[in-house]
């Protein structure tokens, strides 16, 4: 079984430029999480979504946004790109989107962002 | 790849000892706590999970502590192995509308053969 893809793998943009960034979920799986993960740090929590609908928003500006298709999948779109949005990108699925109890999340390869 | 564990606190261990990776966490509302282990250009893998009313887990190698009093999070590996090198990240869950996981700050832990 595939297990959750991200695409692309590798991306270079400049600052003020826009990036989509796309995420496939393991198949059954409802909600799709993304994560930003600057290098040496941990991930930081960006957005959970689950049946299309937006779940859970971390603290990060309105230049983040991201929307949820019927197919499952997601995209993660990024305006007016800084220096500072260089990271990894990680997506991360799971079955539900663990209301009121624990449910694992599975974890992308990540999509590795530079902002010149 | 790049490496995740730029600047992380780090700990080395002979192979075929034992590892102690030491994480404390921030709110004392969780739900259940996770370790991660994560590998150059990987996303994060599960290793162990706890839920909050237990002290106490163990897996295959692995045992996870839980000491709520201190907000203090131990993953034990055994025998470590070379393959065992990597960075290790705790995550505190807290759910609710949905789920939200923060993750620790992480620790690189190098094995020497």
């Known amino acids: 079984d595939a297990g959750v893809t991200q695409s692309p793998t590798h991306l270079i943009k400049t600052r003020g430029q826009h990036v989509t960034l796309r995420c496939s979920p393991i198949?059954?799986?409802?909600?799709v999480s993304w994560y930003q993960q600057v290098l040496g740090q941990g991930p930081q929590f960006i957005f959970q979504?689950?049946?299309?609908?937006?779940?859970g928003r971390g603290n990060f500006p309105d230049r983040f946004s991201a929307r949820q298709f019927p197919n499952y999948s997601s995209e993660l779109n990024v305006n007016a790109l800084l220096l500072g949005d260089s990271a990894l990108y990680l997506c991360?699925?799971?079955?539900?989107?663990?209301?009121?109890?624990?449910?694992?999340?599975?974890f992308g390869p990540g999509t590795r962002l530079t902002v010149l | 790849g790049e490496s995740v564990g730029l600047h992380l606190p780090t700990l080395s261990v002979q192979e075929g000892d034992n590892s102690i990776i030491n994480c404390a966490y921030s709110?004392?509302?969780?739900?259940?706590f996770i370790w991660y282990k994560q590998e150059s250009g990987k996303g994060p893998q599960f290793i162990i999970d706890?839920?909050?009313?237990?002290d106490k887990r163990q897996g295959q190698r692995v045992t996870v502590l839980l000491n709520k009093t201190v907000k203090h999070l131990s993953l034990q590996i055994a025998a470590t192995q070379p393959g065992d090198s990597a960075v290790y990240f705790c995550?505190?869950?807290?759910?609710?509308?949905?789920?939200?996981?923060?993750f620790g700050i992480g620790t690189k832990l190098q094995v020497i053969p």
């Open positions: 991360a699925s799971s079955y539900t989107p663990g209301t009121g109890s624990y449910n694992e999340q599975f």
């Open positions: 198949s059954g799986h409802k909600s």
């Open positions: 979504y689950y049946e299309k609908e937006e779940r």
């Open positions: 709110n004392s509302a969780s739900d259940y």
């Open positions: 706890i839920r909050s009313n237990m």
């Open positions: 995550a505190e869950i807290l759910s609710g509308g949905y789920q939200k996981v923060t």
